[in-house]
T-cell receptor, first 119, second 111 residues
Framework: NAGVMQNPRHLVRRRGQEARLRCSPM?????VYWYRQLPEEGLKFMVY????????ESGMPKERFSAEFPKEGPSILRIQQVVRGDSAAYFC?????????????????FGPGTRLTVL | AQTVTQSQPEMSVQEAETVTLSCTYD???????LFWYKQPPSRQMILVIR??????QNATENRFSVNFQKAAKSFSLKISDSQLGDTAMYFC????????FGKGTKLSVIP
C-alpha cells in the first residue's frame, strides 16, 4: 500500500511566479491536510479538505493561497505570486474516512513534503 | 489558543540507553488525540506513537512508550534501548483533525 505521495519534492520559483504542490493520499483515505514547516519550527496547520470540500481553512493565509481536493486526482495547494517568505517545506497528510458519530480524528500519515524555494 | 511546548531543544543518549523527551500542551478541549512524530534527516514525518486522551492506559509501541498525565497536560516519550536509527527530530502534536505541533527536540544517539 503506497504511502502519501507528494510532488514535486523540490520546487524553485522566482518571486511573482505561481507554485503548485500536489498530494495524492493513501489508498482509501478521503481526508487531506496541508501543513507548512518553516526552518527550525514545527509544522503549522493550513487547511483540511475532503473530496470536493474545504472543511477548515483557518490556517491559510487570506491572500494568494488556495487549496482543492477534486473528485478525481490529487489535492493541489496553489500559491500565487510567491514571495521569499513562502520558502518552506509543505507537508500533506491523509487519514481514512471517519466512522459515523466519531467526533475525533484518525491518525494522519504524512507525505515526504515539498521544499519550496523562492528566489 | 492551543500550544505545545517541548522544553528540550536538543538531547543526546548513548546507544542502548533510555531517554525521555518531554512535552506539555494547553487546550480547553476534552476530546483529542496526542502524537509523537519523528523527522529524520530525510525530513519525512514518521508516526512514532499515538494516544487517545480519553484512555488512561499509556500507549506502547515496541521500544517507545508514553507517560500521559491528562490533568497536568503532559505527554512524554520514553525510548528504550536507543538505536542509531533513532537519531532525528521528535515532534509532539495534539488535536482532533487540526494538529498543533511543538518546535521539536533534536535527539542524537551516540555510538
Amino acid at each position: 500500500n503506497a504511502g502519501v505521495m507528494q510532488n514535486p519534492r523540490h520546487l524553485v520559483r522566482r518571486r511573482g511566479q505561481e507554485a503548485r504542490l500536489r498530494c495524492s493520499p493513501m489508498k482509501g483515505h478521503s481526508h487531506v491536510y496541508w501543513y507548512r514547516q518553516l526552518p527550525e519550527e514545527g509544522l503549522k496547520f493550513m487547511v483540511y479538505l475532503q473530496k470536493e470540500n474545504i472543511i477548515d481553512e483557518s490556517g491559510m493565509p487570506k491572500e494568494r493561497f488556495s487549496a482543492e481536493f477534486p473528485k478525481e486526482g490529487p489535492s493541489i495547494l496553489r500559491i500565487q505570486q510567491v514571495v521569499r517568505g513562502d520558502s518552506a517545506a509543505y507537508f500533506c497528510a491523509s487519514s481514512p474516512p471517519r466512522l459515523a458519530g466519531d467526533g475525533g480524528t484518525d491518525t494522519q500519515y504524512f507525505g515526504p513534503g515539498t521544499r519550496l524555494t523562492v528566489l | 489558543a492551543q500550544t505545545v511546548t517541548q522544553s528540550q531543544p536538543e538531547m543526546s543518549v548513548q546507544e542502548a540507553e533510555t531517554v525521555t523527551l518531554s512535552c506539555t500542551y494547553d487546550t480547553s478541549e476534552s476530546n483529542y488525540y496526542l502524537f509523537w512524530y519523528k523527522q529524520p534527516p530525510s525530513r519525512q514525518m514518521i508516526l512514532v506513537i499515538r494516544q487517545e486522551a480519553y484512555k488512561q492506559q499509556n500507549a506502547t509501541e515496541n521500544r517507545f512508550s508514553v507517560n500521559f498525565q491528562k490533568a497536568a497536560k503532559s505527554f512524554s516519550l520514553k525510548i528504550s534501548d536507543s538505536q542509531l536509527g533513532d537519531t532525528a527530530m521528535y515532534f509532539c502534536a495534539f488535536g482532533r483533525y487540526q494538529l498543533t505541533f511543538g518546535k521539536g527536540t533534536k535527539l542524537s544517539v551516540i555510538p
